[in-house]
Every structure is written in C-alpha cells, then in structure tokens.
C-alpha cells in the first residue's frame, strides 16, 4: 500500500468541487489546492514546481491544449524527478502520446476515478522506491576517443566492456555517443535496437530506468548497449542536458559505463567527456596519428582534465617499430597508459563477424592484452609485472 506521508503531493485545480475530492482521496498527503482558470494553467504549474519541488504535481484543468505542453516539457526537465499528472476531459489519443512525450507520466480521464489517480500515485511511489534505494550507487564512467579515424577505439571500448562484464559478473552499459556515424552495436551484437540515443533524447522527460533497459540491446544479461542515432540528421537534437540526465541514471543503475565518444567534439561530447572518470584518447605509432593526437590532448588539458584523467592507448603497437613509445610520449607531452598489440587477422574476424574476440580468439594477444586492461579498471593486481603483458599497462 502507498504511503503518501512520505511523497510531496501538489493539486492544482480549475474546479472547486474537485479539490474536496482530492483532499479526501490522499489522506497524510501534503496538499496544495490552487483554483486558477485554465489560461493561466502553465503560470500556475510552472510556478508550482518551483516553489514546491513536489514528487507529484497533479494538474487538474477541463480544458487541456496542446499549447500547454512546451511549458509542462520544459517544468519536467528542469525537474526530471518529479511526477506530473494531467486530469482533463475526455482527452483524446493525440493529445496523450504529445503530452507523454513533453513528460507528463499520467493523463487521466476527468471527472476524478479514485482508482485511477491512486494507481497512477503508487506507479510514481514505486519508482521513488527504486530511486532512493539506488542513489548510493555510482558506477563509473569510462569515455574511449579516437584520437584520428580509424584508431580502433570503437573496438576496444565494445570489447573491453564485453570481457568486464563477462570476467567480473559487473553490470555494465555502453553509449554510443558517436552521434552521426557510430556503429558500435555491430562490433558485439547483430540484434536491431528498439530505441537509439536520439529516441531518448526526445523523450527525456520521461526517462527512467525502465525506459533505459528497454531501449538497449542486451549483449550479455550484465551487458547492455545504447546504439547511435540510426539518421545522423537526429545528432542535431541531442543536447548536454540530455546527456548529463542520461549518464546521471546509467551510472546510477550500472556499475561501469563506457562511452564511445568517436572523434566529433561539440557541447554534447564535452559535457559527456566533463562527466567521465577517465578518458582513454585511442592512436596509432604513426606520424599523422601522432600530430592529431597532440592537438586532441592538448584540448582536452586545456578543458581543465588532469593528468590522471587523461590515459592514451597506443593501438596496434609493434616493438621495435621506427617509433618508439617514448618518442610517442616525448611528443605527447604526457605519458602513455597502455599498449594493445597488433593482431590484424584476430581483429578482422571479430569485426567482420560482429562477436567480440574473446569468443573467437581467447588466447589471442589482444584479447590477453584487453584482459589486462579490464583487470586494471576492476582495480585487479596485474601479477605478471615483469612480464610482456603486465608492462603493457605500467607506463604512468
């Protein structure tokens, strides 16, 4: 049974007789009844939430419009924690998809139905419940960019999670922020996605972790994947904000959260860049790799990362090539975190085949190497120290 001692329930509403009604119908709850006509509806509801911050803001008006809803979408993002309720009379199926998609989580059919309304009450109670019991919990959250195209960072930011996520049973998500031409679904996965990055981003109103777990494909039972937008013309409708709320709920419901960023930087990939924990920038042993490499972590330092956030990855890296790693960190500036060796065929197979190459090439270099990597993030002790492999990430 709902306790509504414990939920901030605000009631406006344009009809004196209702609000008897909804005094009697929330016992214990704290309740506001305003009476206001239903031109004035979007300064009261606006007004409401911001003196309030109510978990439950019931807006009760005859005469609902499709006007209303610019102003109750921007009330819900600023407040994505709170519930709104919509009464109106006899609302129609257009008006309920608009409204739920500006962030109303309820439209119910006037006059008030007890049933209704307290259903509607302990759906919202419950996801509070699920909130408050998760808040503690914050995962971390690993960005991978490449530093040019072609470096290979798509492939180690879906393999790495996949053997997390296998090796150490952690629940871990990845987000495909390369937003106009990623692709990372196909490197692990051939299943087609139910929603895409930018299907969030429209609905960012109503995002929770329902709607999050049913919008990614599941890799593994403990590895999920948020694909790009499928059109690279929806990248456009992406924004920090959107972000900043979805990383906020991923890390709350994941314990690792890696993002494919690619190598586009605008608002959106900075604010998610703001957010990581730590930024592997992803390059090659080989000139032009080396000069966009310095200006990408030039940036990034410039953006205020520290040193430790800060970790490059040389891909595809061959002992004794004509230039060695500390040539790479001496133009750098900064030292190199790790190594990922060279095994084209290994690598080839996995992406053309789109299965991570721990189920194709276990005892592959790479996958020996990626291993290492994810013992590292689990804050494993890599025992082989002195070993080919254990110096591969003892470079700081």
Request: charged share 20%; aromatic share 6%; hydrophobic share 45%.
């Amino acid at each position: 049974m709902t306790d509504y001692k414990t939920m901030k329930i605000v009631v406006l509403s344009a009809r004196q007789t209702q609000q008897e009604a909804f005094l009697n119908l929330l016992p214990g709850a704290t309740l506001v009844a305003t009476e206001f006509e239903c031109d004035a509806a979007m300064v009261e509801f606006n007004r409401a939430a911001d003196q309030y911050r109510p978990d439950v803001l019931i807006m009760d008006c005859h005469d609902c419009k499709t006007s209303m809803l610019g102003t109750i979408e921007q009330v819900c993002m600023r407040y994505p924690e709170m519930a709104a309720i919509m009464l109106c009379d006899a609302p129609g199926s257009d008006f309920i998809i608009s409204a739920m998609r500006a962030g109303v989580r309820e439209v119910l059919s006037s006059p008030l139905d007890k049933e209704a309304l307290l259903s509607a009450i302990s759906r919202t109670e419950q996801r509070m419940s699920q909130t408050l019991s998760i808040a503690h919990k914050r995962g971390r959250v690993i960005a991978f960019i490449a530093c040019k195209g072609g470096s290979g960072a798509t492939f180690l930011a879906t393999n790495a999670a996949y053997i997390l996520a296998e090796e150490s049973g952690a629940k871990v998500a990845l987000l495909d922020l390369n937003m106009q031409f990623g692709d990372a679904s196909l490197f692990v996965s051939d299943l087609a996605p139910a929603n895409t990055l930018a299907d969030l981003a429209d609905n960012i109103s109503r995002l929770d972790a329902a709607f999050l777990n049913s919008s990614m494909i599941e890799v593994l039972p403990n590895y999920h994947l948020l694909p790009a937008p499928e059109d690279p013309g929806r990248a456009a409708g992406i924004r920090p904000e959107h972000l900043e709320v979805l990383l906020s709920l991923a890390r709350a419901h994941y314990d690792y959260v890696f993002l494919d960023i690619g190598r586009l930087l605008n608002a959106a990939t900075l604010k998610a860049l703001d957010l990581a924990d730590e930024v592997y920038p992803v390059l090659q042993e080989t000139l032009p790799f080396i000069r966009d490499s310095k200006r990408l972590i030039h940036t990034l330092q410039a953006l205020g990362y520290s040193r430790n956030k800060i970790r490059p990855l040389v891909n595809r890296y061959e002992k004794g090539g004509n230039i060695s790693l500390d040539d790479v960190e001496s133009a750098l500036g900064v030292k190199i975190f790790g190594t990922i060796p060279n095994s084209y065929e290994s690598v080839s197979s996995s992406v053309n085949q789109g299965i991570p190459i721990v189920q194709i090439a276990r005892n592959d270099p790479v996958t020996k190497a990626l291993n290492v990597f994810v013992q590292h993030l689990a804050g494993e002790v890599v025992e082989d120290k002195k070993g080919w492999l254990g110096r591969m990430f003892h470079h700081e």
